[in-house]
């Protein structure tokens, strides 16, 4: 059974009898915008004001105080007046009371308390900030005393969007090479490289994918990654041999732990998987004998 859907029986017997009392009930007119609705229109008014978002049920209130004023002869002796009208004040009473926190939980002090909180959950998990601060930016941004304060939250919120898809990201990158998903490994590391371009990240992924990829052609006897292997093997060569270095050991998982290894073990690569795979010999022998240039395990 659906629980929003779900009413007690005695929720249900009340409505009805409030419904029946004001079928019954007889209309007096009043100098109101609802003089001319029947105290039934008025009761399916107020249910219908009722709908409204938190905060915006003032109407919903005005209808319920008519609803008394129609019912209350001053004396409360008719028995019949006395239920709608204790059905009414509930009513008002429960509306207001609703709103009164959802004020206080919509007011800008609050929201940004709460947006300042959310901001300091871990980088890739701060959804909530950003829904805070496009609620604040949804209900203030007419505020002319806010202004500076809501174009803060306006820019704010990109940064927040930018780093959380760059942890989610680099978060992917980590789980996949723990995995051993080589698929979505080197899916992930081709999407870093892209972005990041010529930096120091870029350089080690690079070397990562490069070992990886060599290992998954030696030792599963797979050729899925043979291209990419080569290609970035010697992307990897061209940047650092224009100068730039790594901002880890010469690669993220499996580091090269220093240049000259680097380069050696990046030769090799190319050269392994030029010979053995893609049986181009004579491309292969120039990378074996620079990888034999350095001070390498396998020279």
Known sequence: MNKKSFCPHF?????????????????????????????????????????????????AIKIG???IERFDDG??????????????????????????ACRIENSLDTLYENYKTAKKSPCGERNRAIVIGKRI??????????????????????????????????????RSYKAKNWRGFFAVSKEI?????????????????????????AYDKSNTYNSETVYYAKKAIELIEAGVRT?????????????EKTLGWLNYTIGYISYFRLKENKKAIPYFYQAAQYDMEFK
């Open 11 to 59: 929720i249900v017997i009340t409505r009805l009898f409030v419904l029946c009392l004001l079928l019954i009930a007889p209309i007096q007119a009043q100098q109101t915008n609802y003089s001319t609705r029947s105290t039934v229109d008025l009761y399916t008014d107020l249910e219908t004001a009722k709908k409204l978002p938190c905060g915006q049920r003032d109407e």
């Open 65 to 67: 105080k008519i609803i």
């Open 75 to 100: 004396e409360l002796n008719n028995q019949t007046n006395k239920q709608v009208i204790d059905w009414a004040k509930k009513e008002i009473f429960v509306i207001e009371e609703e709103d009164k």
């Open 137 to 174: 930016i949804e209900l203030y941004a007419d505020s002319e005393v806010n202004q500076v304060f809501i174009e803060f939250i306006r820019k704010d919120i990109p940064k927040i969007e930018e780093a959380d898809r760059i942890c989610n990201r680099n978060n992917s990158y980590d």
């Open 193 to 217: 490289i892209a972005e990041e371009g010529d930096s120091r990240l870029a350089l080690d992924v690079m070397l990562t994918l490069t070992s990886v990829g060599l290992k998954i052609t």
């Open 247 to 259: 901002q880890a050991r010469w690669g993220i998982y499996e580091p090269y732990e220093s240049r």
